[in-house]
């Protein structure tokens, strides 16, 4: 979002207008080369135009460009809420024999759709024709995975009543681990930082191996969970330019944003979810956020200037959770109240 005033509205509307123009008569790749054009000339005279590797902090792809996902809704929702539930009861029931067991909740109860989407949707198995995609698990996420399971039938409650108790046998292991779970779990992720980390290499190795004549891995996908809190871990991000220099278009990496680790928030003063964008986008790599979810749009269809995106783009990750934690009255005036306009939306 800008920041410096605005001297001249009328040009600044008649250079928007051009651009609106632009965009939708010629494209958005002509309207991209233009803009680059531009800022080449004002930094050849130099202008000195600041870069900024982040967009607007909203979601990437606009409500009028998005596609109605595939499946029942109304399914996934329930089934989606009956993991959670289990993910939840898995942990707290295992509390209940020793408080010393542990385990988490909130990781996979914030994650819950991004995997339930990606199960339903996304990943490949194997077959005739297809190795399989490859899936490196938040480890933490590990109870959604166990109670996705139990709805499948590929576990039994016997076993869900063992949860990090592996000592007697029959156990459920922490994390992903596949010298425990051989059956179940394909890579171990739990070693914060080193799930990001070997994915980029598996990534580039079937990359080396498609382009050798080894294996056909075209269409195999590299997926990673990973959580904001640890892409501080050094190992997480310490070899993201090498999948941009190397061109890994089969690596996903999803990165759940729920703006607290283990000891607190990720982000307090911040904003983690552009503080990634700007570090992925500057190694080279294509970046999707999504950031609202669709009960939002009725709003942002309200803010004709753009003053609800301003709010938004102010407020840091800190205030976003004392939101989440406080009733709809707190929202309403710390929020939307610091704007006249703002406030008559939620009036």
């Not at 409500?63 to 329930?78: F, V, Y």
């Not at 759709?113 to 996304?122: G, I």
């Not at 990673?224 to 089969?250: Q, V």
Request: with cysteine.
């Amino acid at each position: 979002m800008a920041t410096l005033p605005d001297n001249d509205p009328q040009e600044t509307r008649e250079w928007l207008d051009a651009l609106e123009s632009v965009l939708e008569n010629e494209g958005a790749e002509r309207a991209h080369f233009l803009l680059e054009q531009l800022i080449d000339k004002a930094r050849g005279a130099g202008a000195g135009v600041p870069f900024s590797a982040t967009t607007p902090y909203c979601n990437t792809i606009p409500l009028d460009k998005e596609q109605r996902s595939a499946g029942n809704h109304e399914m996934e929702h329930r089934i989606r809420a009956l993991t959670r539930w289990n993910a939840m009861a898995l942990v707290l029931n295992a509390n209940r024999d020793s408080s010393e067991l542990g385990g988490h909740i909130a990781t996979f109860a914030s994650a819950a759709t991004l995997y339930d989407v990606a199960f339903n949707h996304f990943f490949h198995g194997v077959t005739g024709d297809h190795g399989g995609d490859l899936v490196y698990f938040q480890g933490h996420s590990s109870p959604g995975m166990y109670a996705r399971a139990f709805l499948e039938g590929r576990l039994s409650e016997d076993q869900m009543y063992k949860f990090r108790q592996e000592a007697e046998g029959g156990g459920l292991s922490s994390y992903p681990h596949p010298w425990l779970m051989p059956d179940f779990w394909q890579f171990s992720t739990v070693s914060m930082g080193l799930g990001p980390l070997m994915a980029i290499y598996q990534a580039r190795f079937m990359r080396y191996l498609e382009h050798r004549g080894i294996a056909q891995t075209a269409g195999r996908k590299v997926w990673a969970f990973l959580g904001d809190g640890e892409t501080d871990e050094p190992e997480s991000l310490g070899a993201i330019s090498l999948a941009g220099r190397e061109n890994l278009d089969n690596l996903i990496f999803v990165v759940n944003c729920n703006l607290q680790r283990l000891d607190g928030p990720v982000r307090g003063n911040g904003k983690i979810i552009q503080e990634l964008e700007g570090v992925f986008r500057g190694a080279g790599w294509n970046v999707i956020k999504i950031v609202w979810g669709r009960h939002w749009d009725r709003l942002f269809a309200k803010d004709k200037n753009g003053l609800l995106q301003k709010r938004m783009q102010e407020v840091v990750d800190g205030e976003y959770q004392t939101y989440k934690a406080r009733d709809g009255a707190y929202v309403r005036e710390h929020f939307f109240g610091k704007y006249p306009e703002l406030l008559e939306m939620v009036a």
